[in-house]
């Protein structure tokens, strides 16, 4: 197991590390490691730390790479705890390029987790507006 070329660890970290990630993995960079860890996490379903990956992943993400899965677990991370003006403030956060394909995923899980509530709803034009139940 590897951290790249830089690596700065110590050879007792390095035997620690052994012991917890998989011998025959290269990461040769931040991104790489973070994807990682975040899949780890996401297997166990440990919202928050998938979160929490995810951003930083984001923060480090290579040029080119498409980034909307990133986003998407970022958003979906935050409604499904509960955080609904942090999933509300990355949406926003979204590039623009990616928002309408996020927005659509977002409303539909959203509105599957409120049941309905006074919830957001796409109209048929594409746009977002707000309801109220008809119950």
């Known amino acids: 197991m590897t951290l790249g070329t830089d690596n700065a660890l110590s050879s007792e970290d390095q035997e620690a590390l052994t012991v917890v990630l998989p011998s ?6 931040e991104f790489s490691f973070y994807i990682h860890v975040l899949m780890l996490f996401k297997s166990k379903s440990l ?3 998938e979160v929490l990956f995810a951003q930083l992943a984001l923060s480090v993400t290579p040029p080119g790479v498409d980034t909307a899965s990133l986003w998407y677990s970022i958003i979906k991370g935050h409604t ?3 955080l609904y003006e942090n999933a ?6 979204t590039p623009h390029d990616k928002q309408y394909v996020l927005l659509s995923t977002y409303v539909a899980h959203f509105d599957s987790i409120v049941g309905g509530e006074n919830v957001l709803a796409s109209s048929s034009i594409g746009c977002v507006r707000r309801t109220q139940s008809k119950n």
Do not use: K, R
Not at 24 to 29: I, M, Q, V
């Open 24 to 29: 025959a993995e290269l990461f040769g960079s």
């Open 47 to 49: 919202v928050h730390h």
């Open 80 to 82: 499904d705890l509960g």
């Open 88 to 93: 509300y403030a990355s949406l926003i956060a």
